[in-house]
Structures are given as structure tokens and as C-alpha cells.
């Protein structure tokens, strides 16, 4: 029998919200000078209706002694909201304050190609992109660019359709999306 090693929580989604947890990773200082500061991943969950409310239980699978830094987006009809968190041992913080954030639909007749994500040798990018109607993650295609010896993806857009696309930066050291 196998053993599974993590920590695992549960938020409940108001009806017509759809809400998605990333990880944030800081990239190792030997690094630095190749790939981006910071990288996300997303947190897998799992779903359980609970009458007209969805239960989500996501899950980490390597906690830190120093916590966990998240990023969690609520996509609703019209808006995203986004939050801080921080799991730490067996409890989760979220921040008081939710970052309200509207986006505007980028308008396209022909299919859009968005080019050379960079990747991290452990295949972690700094950047992601999310379909707010599912927010379900538009899959990179991989590619190795000889040139540049590194990894790198690729993903096409689907006209007529807005995205949500992010990326935490370093800003004097604060931290954004």
C-alpha cells in the first residue's frame, strides 16, 4: 500500500464561483541568472457538491517547515479576485484583504499563438494562462530550442475568448501577480 505524504484542505465555492489554488516556488539562487525569480503550480483538488455549493479539497504534497506560499483565484462571471495564503503545518492563512481584479476581453479573429514560456529544469514555468470561464489552465506545448539550450512552450488561444494569464514578479521586493 502506498503512502501519501502532504497536507490537504478545504474551501467551499459560492454558486457561479470557480476557485483555483497555485503554489509559488522561489527559484534556487544558483538559477537566477537563467530562469525567473518565481515559478507556480497548481494545486490539485478534488470536487464534492454539497447541494448547490461545491467543496473543494486541495491538496500539497511537500509541506514546508516555513509554510507554503499560495496564490488563490476566484474566477466569477465578470471578475477574478485574487488572494495571498500561506499553509502553515495544518492551517492555512489567507490574507484579509482579496485583490479585486477585472479583465477585458482581447479580441482576435485568427488563432493566437503566445510563444517561448521559459521553463525551469524541473519543468516549473513562470507563467500561466487560464481559460475564466472553466478556469481550467491552457496547456504549453514543450519544445527544445537548440539555440538557447532550453526548454521552453508554446500555447494558441482560441479566438473570439479573453484569458486570464499571470505571473508573480519581484517589484522591491514585494511581491505581486
Known sequence: MESLEGKHF?????????TVIYEVYKTDKEYLDKYPKYTVERLNSTEQFVGDLKKKTF????????????????????RVVINNGLLIKDEVKISKKPVPFKYNTIYSEEMTELKDFKYTPNLKRAITIIDPETAEEIKPVLYYDEEADEVKGKCKLKPYKSYFAFEIRDDNNKEET
Do not use: H, R
Open 10 to 18: 478545504s474551501i467551499t465555492d459560492p454558486k457561479g464561483v470557480n
Open 59 to 78: 491538496y500539497v504534497e511537500d509541506p514546508q517547515e516555513k509554510g507554503n506560499q499560495l496564490v488563490i483565484f476566484s474566477f466569477a462571471k465578470d
